[in-house]
């Protein structure tokens, strides 16, 4: 039953198709050849008999000119003799089809005189040729009329044993060759095939390696530049991003079952505490404030993460607009001006006249109010914050955000941009976790980037670009 199956299923495969058609295509195009060569090849003999009797028959004409009709006939007779009463014969022929001399027919008793050939010669024809079947013989014959002299008609005929004899040689050799040609299109075929479909079977292992879990596996790609090398690549760019989006989902899962913990525990520690200890409706109103301020900053977090998650999957949708650059870094800068003040920290804003590009305005505005928040909120006081922005060489928006603030250690900057990722420097302050990812997410989905320089206890640069 398996073995069936199997059969079956390589009945179907694109390879043996493949090989079908190579096969097919092959033989049907060998066979077209060879009947072509045996047409030709038939006619070429055909001719050539017709050439023999037609010289014959010019010979028998010269006789009957020079030395009468008995010369004729006894050339005929010898010539018959000679070649084989089997082989040819003749016919010295009136213009009524009675015969009057002929050589020995016995062989040739079954072959009559044609009517038809002896009516076309009374009409003006020179020469008729006839190929005629005998029954229950293997070889046909081929014969002619012509005129010969006055009121004298010649039927010449020729056995084409010969032709025969070749044609059923040439058959044979036509049935071997073809089996032998059709065996090789097969085996060419079949290796033809194997190697147009051996990048599909890559795709297909690698497929069903991924479904077994196995996101790492790519399909080995051949520099052959082809087609199926090409649907690799881009198989394989689409397993990059899927295990990518998977990476991430995973991530996100374990951040925000770690996460969410804390918050919820503190809900959970104000409703316990105030339910076990509460006396009177105020402790219940700040219980209901302070779970409603936890509630704010868990849908902002989760708010926070789906527009990440989105931006980075590519199916976020950005409210493309014109953006003025300038007024949107004056309008944070002014927002932050009080905070700076409170801190003592000197804010400094430096803009050119102009600068606009096509953007989504809500959320550039998002992310210039997180860095510049980031550089008010590590800055110790006396400290200063410098934001400004330029157009660089590739026609970009550049924006720079550089504070003196307490920095942030070598081996952390990698990881800053990670979701939930806190600095040992920071743990002690309100967040998340998440508002340099989301930044970076939004300066990429604007088709940018962020890089940071920062030394320890002398401040950080962070350094936005985007393209306009």
């Not at 050539?48 to 000119?65: C, I, R």
């Not at 071997?176 to 097969?186: G, K, P, Q, S, V």
């Not at 603030?405 to 743990?427: K, V």
């Amino acid at each position: 039953m398996s073995l069936k199956k199997n059969r079956i299923r390589f009945r179907h495969t694109l390879a043996f198709r493949l090989t079908l058609w190579y096969a097919g295509i092959f033989a049907l195009s060998s066979a077209i050849a060879f009947l072509l060569f045996y047409f030709l090849l038939t006619s070429v003999l055909k001719q050539q008999v017709d050439q023999d009797l037609t010289k014959q028959a010019g010979v028998f004409s010269s006789l009957l000119k020079t030395r009468g009709i008995n010369a004729v006939a006894s050339v005929a007779s010898l010539e018959a003799q000679a070649s084989g009463e089997k082989k040819i014969f003749f016919r010295l022929l009136h213009p009524s089809g009675e015969v009057f001399s002929s050589s020995n027919m016995s062989y040739w008793k079954d072959i009559g005189i044609g009517r038809q050939a002896i009516r076309q010669l009374s009409v003006g024809s020179s020469s008729v040729f006839e190929t005629i079947s005998i029954p229950e013989r293997k070889n046909k014959v081929r014969i002619l009329y012509t005129v010969v002299g006055p009121a004298l008609l010649l039927q010449l005929g020729q056995s084409m044993e010969n032709i025969s004899r070749f044609i059923d040689a040439f058959q044979r050799i036509f049935i071997i060759t073809m089996a032998m040609l059709i065996a090789l299109a097969a085996v060419v075929g079949w290796f033809m095939a194997r190697r147009a479909v051996s990048g599909v079977e890559s795709v297909t292992r690698t497929a069903l390696q991924i479904t077994d879990g196995a996101l790492e596996q790519r399909v080995p790609v051949k520099p052959r530049g082809d087609e199926i090398d090409q649907l690799a690549t881009t198989f394989n760019s689409m397993l990059d991003r899927i295990e990518f989006l998977v990476t991430n989902i995973k991530e996100m899962s374990d951040n925000i079952a770690h996460d969410l913990k804390s918050p919820i525990t503190r809900i959970r520690g104000i409703a316990e505490v105030t339910l076990t200890t509460g006396k009177d409706l105020q402790e219940y109103k700040n219980m209901g404030a302070s779970i409603i301020e936890e509630c704010d900053r868990l849908l902002d977090m989760i708010n926070t993460m789906l527009m990440i998650s989105k931006s980075e999957a590519g199916i976020g949708n950005l409210n493309l607009e014109p953006v003025d650059m300038v007024r949107v870094l004056q309008d944070a800068c002014e927002l932050f001006q009080p905070m700076a003040e409170d801190k003592q920290i000197n804010l400094v804003c430096n803009t050119p006249e102009e600068i606009s590009m096509t953007g989504d305005m809500r959320l550039i505005q998002r992310m210039t109010a997180n860095f510049i928040d980031n550089a008010i909120k590590y800055t110790e006081p006396s400290g200063t914050v410098v934001v400004s922005m330029k157009s660089n060489l590739l026609d970009q928006v550049e924006i720079t955000v550089m504070d003196t603030g307490i920095g942030i250690a070598p081996e952390e900057l990698p990881q800053i941009f990670d979701r939930f990722y806190r600095c040992d420097q920071s743990r002690s302050r309100a967040g998340a976790g998440l508002g340099l990812s989301l930044a970076r997410t939004i300066a990429r989905a604007h088709g940018g980037d962020v890089t940071v320089t920062s030394r320890l206890g002398k401040g950080s640069t962070f350094t936005i670009t985007l393209s306009n």
